[in-house]
């Protein structure tokens, strides 16, 4: 399998064919004439593709969409991404945006890029957009676009990234419509979080350890951070409020039993060390486990 390091912008558009008008910032427009290419691409800068070939129909468990989807997908520095051909769409139609960290170096959106949570998002994890998304999705390229043709000067900078900034707000739009309209998928995962959870705690906490998002996040095929986000827009808690509810709720459990120690009751829930039950029953309830046990 071929291996292509994309860590400057100038290596991205020599690979799309494309002039640089920007060191640090490009945006592409692909429409292959070639198969496309199984390989794996590392990745050392923030891009972002609008897929354009015409999907199918898309259907998530029993929820299907009535109109043809565009497709974004998001790539973070130290990324690494494997590309497989599909004999149903042989060439490669892409629109895309590329900007380098250094871009961002002092600016206000340097600073809060970790709200972007989708590009830890994995493949099919995508966002999928309807027509009007997809017309706000290039208008604002678009904008980019222009200032890139605009010779460079003391405002470049700042307006390119504020219109980074636009797109990646609009995004974080779009994902929340997407959590909201795959409400039905969004439930049975949910519904399969907690039965899971319930699980762990009573079977497998004492051998195991505490719970983790991320393992509950992995039992469900899905990234951390978009378990996350789809449990939080699904419940309105975080993942791991909930978790600490289900092991409160059991460590309530045990307690009513005077056969068992507090070091027992932490043990079976899976703490390393009684202490930080104690910790964290406390921080729950503003009681230790033996006060509450003697209320």
């Known amino acids: 399998m071929q291996e292509i390091r994309l860590d400057t912008i100038q290596q991205f558009n020599d690979y799309n064919g494309m002039e640089t008008l920007h060191p640090l910032v490009s945006v592409v427009h692909v429409e292959n004439t070639e198969h496309i290419k199984e390989c794996m691409m590392h990745y050392g800068f923030y891009a972002l593709y609008l897929k354009e070939n015409k999907g199918c129909k898309l259907s998530y468990g029993r929820t299907e969409y009535d109109f043809d989807e565009m497709t974004v997908t998001s790539f973070a520095p130290g990324q690494v991404v494997t590309v497989e051909p599909n004999p149903e769409v042989p060439f490669a139609k892409y629109i895309g945006l590329a900007f380098h960290p250094d871009l961002l170096n002092r600016t206000s959106l340097g600073k809060q ?128 409020d909930l978790i600490n509810d289900r092991i409160l709720a059991k460590a309530k459990e045990l307690l009513q039993s005077e056969t068992l120690s507090i070091n027992q009751v932490s043990q079976r829930l899976g703490f390393e060390y009684s202490q930080h039950f104690i910790r964290f029953f406390k921080a729950m309830t503003g009681k230790t486990p033996t006060q509450w046990r003697a209320a």
């Open 113 to 240: 890029m970790s709200r972007y949570e989708f590009f830890d998002y994995t493949s099919n994890e995508a966002l999928h957009l309807s027509a009007q998304e997809v017309e706000i999705f290039k208008g604002v390229l678009a904008m980019i676009e222009q200032e890139l043709h605009h010779a460079i000067d003391k405002h470049t900078r700042e307006l390119v990234v504020s219109h980074i900034e636009l797109l990646l707000n609009y995004c974080l739009r779009f994902y929340d419509r997407q959590f909201i309209t795959r409400e039905e998928i969004n439930h049975s995962v949910v519904k399969k979080f907690l039965s899971l959870l319930d699980e762990f705690i009573s079977e497998k906490a004492e051998r195991e350890g505490l719970p983790t998002v991320a393992y509950f996040a992995d039992k469900c095929c899905l990234s951390t951070g978009y378990f996350g986000t789809l449990v939080k827009t699904e419940t309105g808690r975080t993942a791991k």
